[in-house]
């Protein structure tokens, strides 16, 4: 379970989490929507312990991610996280890039490490690039890499912080299928995202962030639908349709 | 053919100061090399109150001319009573002044590697160490073989400087054979040809890496 408890994030004067609360379930998938500068991509990066934050605590299993003593190194395990940029290691083939992890972090002998990093490559149907270098790829194919990638760590909870937001349009719904296929699967996920078609059908529930703060919080019937309370979701929703 | 009294006996002799010269470089570009990676990552990384002094000092063995270097250090020390021959001086001072452009080198090449990629590295549960060795050298490498290559280069032609705390190296034995035999074009010649057939092999080997690796990017 990851726990959010009025967490607040400043960068220098900028506030730009001003108290934010959410707990996932485990196997639950959240959506967070909302506009540009609104603290979304912040909060998934103050999650597994990659920005530090002012206030508030958040508990990932009921480790406090941000206390002195936590070890992030072995947390981040747990927790993994695909970016808008895909963030390829560009020195290394498409199975190096996954094997590094399972091999550096976890010590896993090198056949194994292999044998995990080609199961997830399978999984997001990359298996025919093996050997193949990143700058080759398409950039959904890179995408797919990343959350390949991610997965060889076996990890409880799966951030995506945006992760279609960079692709040509065509290659946008391979991403999606492979986030479906993962949903499915009954992964924990959280996604910061602009595709409300992905929002509305995968989540259990969605969050839409407003200035800092989640403004309305519920499933997709709620924020999608005519129960939405919130005068600033509606307006939102209503400009990106 | 060409009429000289050159010997083969002076050609060894020049060959031997080669092997000076090329043992002083390896010397001052290895340990240079090796303090550059360090002082790189603490001006890439380190926190302001390191970084900005050690960057003072850098600056000043960059901009004094190294003549003057080996000169200072050569008399300090045996003012000193250290007792180092010239050949310790000289790889010292050598090293040293190649650690402060190759620290220049580090450091651009680290801050070449984007932070986005390093993040992505983090999050997969590598370690600030695992970071670098995995992520960051490696990149870094890439990004900095030119300017390294151009470094060493560079230092193998310095070292001829030596010769004025009385090393013979390369430059050196040529002077000694141009004042016996009094063929000065001929001399310089033959030594300029070992300089250049000592740097050839080490461009080539830095164009083909730098080749090798743009076909993985």
Redesign the interface.
Known sequence: MIEVENVQKKFGLLEVLKGVSLTVEKGEVVSIIGGSGSGKSTLLMCI?G?ESIQGGRVLVDGIDVHAKDTNL??L??R???V?Q?W?A???LTVLENTM??PR??LGKPKEEAKAVAIAQLEHVGLVDKLDV?P?KLSGGQQQRM?IA??LA?SPKYMLFDEVTSALDPQLVSEVLDTMRLLADEGMTMICVTHEMGFARDVSDRVAFFHEGVVEEIGPPSQIFGKRSKSPETKKFLANVR | MIETSMTWSDLMFMLNGAGKTLLITFWAVAGGTTLGIVFGLIRATGSLWISIPLGFILDILRSVPLLIQFILANSFQAIAGLNATPFVVGCTVLGLYTSAYCTEIVRGGVLAVPQTTRRAARSLGLSYTQDLTNIVFPLATRAMLPSWIGLTLGVMKDSALVLWIGIIELLRSSQIIITRIQEPLFVLSVAGLIYFLISFPISRIGAHLERKWREDD
């Open positions: 597994n990659l190194n072995k981040r395990q927790i993994g996280i970016f940029q963030n290691f560009p020195h590094l992890a550096k972090v270098y700058s990343a990638r991610a760590m």
